[in-house]
T-cell receptor
């Protein structure tokens, strides 16, 4: 079972560049999330979606954008990358909210230089 | 923004010792989860607690949800090197379909 798949696993960006982190899940989960994790820290919610066509901001949305055109895909767009966006990004999904188990991808490590 | 504080931040113990990790907030949570994360991987769910005062056991791990549903603890008995990892609590207030994660406790168990 693939579960939650994130690409790329690693990326180095220059300041001001843009990129999209891809996230796909094959479990038919309605709820999907993007978190960032700074070294040794917990996770901070960037954006989330409760279903196709519906997205909302989390704690730290500035500098990011998302879209959810289908149930399966939830890409995260970084516009004008800044060093403060250097982090590990995790995509997650769940069938039941709020008590359902979050299934995480393996993470995308982004460095902005 | 609800804040979940975990303590201690770091814990280094020897195999066989017992330990307790705490997760505290000023907010009331409708449910609380504990995850463990190993290096280079995403977090994996250990347990979900939903009732104030609830205690759940998972082999050598015991989880407790506070009576007021503002805090939780994770107790590990006879820790093993395989318990090494980052432990994260995550709470949901019920007002939106999203979890707030704690600050994390990094546990290292050595032989």
């Amino acid at each position: 079972n693939a579960g939650v798949t994130q690409t790329p696993k690693f990326r180095i960006l220059k300041i001001g560049q843009s990129m999209t982190l891809q996230c796909a899940q094959d479990m038919n989960h309605n709820y999907m999330y993007w978190y960032r994790q700074d070294p040794g820290m917990g996770l901070k919610l960037i954006y989330y979606s409760v279903g196709a066509g519906i997205t909302d901001k989390g704690e730290v949305p500035n500098g990011y954008n998302v879209s959810r055109s289908t149930t399966e895909y939830f890409p995260l767009r970084l516009e004008l990358a800044a060093p403060s966006q250097t982090s590990v990004y995790f995509c997650a999904s769940t069938l039941i909210s709020p008590t359902g188990e979050l299934f995480f991808g393996e993470g995308s490590r982004l460095t902005v230089l | 923004t609800q804040l979940l504080e975990q303590s201690p931040q770091f814990l280094s113990i020897q195999e066989g010792e017992n330990l307790t990790v705490y997760c505290n907030s000023s907010s009331v949570f409708s449910s609380l989860q504990w995850y463990r994360q190993e290096p280079g991987e995403g977090p994996v769910l250990l347990v979900t607690v939903v009732t104030g005062g609830e205690v759940k056991k998972l082999k050598r791990l015991t989880f407790q949800f506070g009576d007021a549903r503002k805090d939780s603890s994770l107790h590990i008995t006879a820790a093993q090197p395989g318990d090494t990892g980052l432990y994260l609590c995550a709470g949901e207030t019920g007002t939106a379909s999203k979890l707030t994660f704690g600050t994390g406790t990094r546990l290292q168990v050595t032989l």
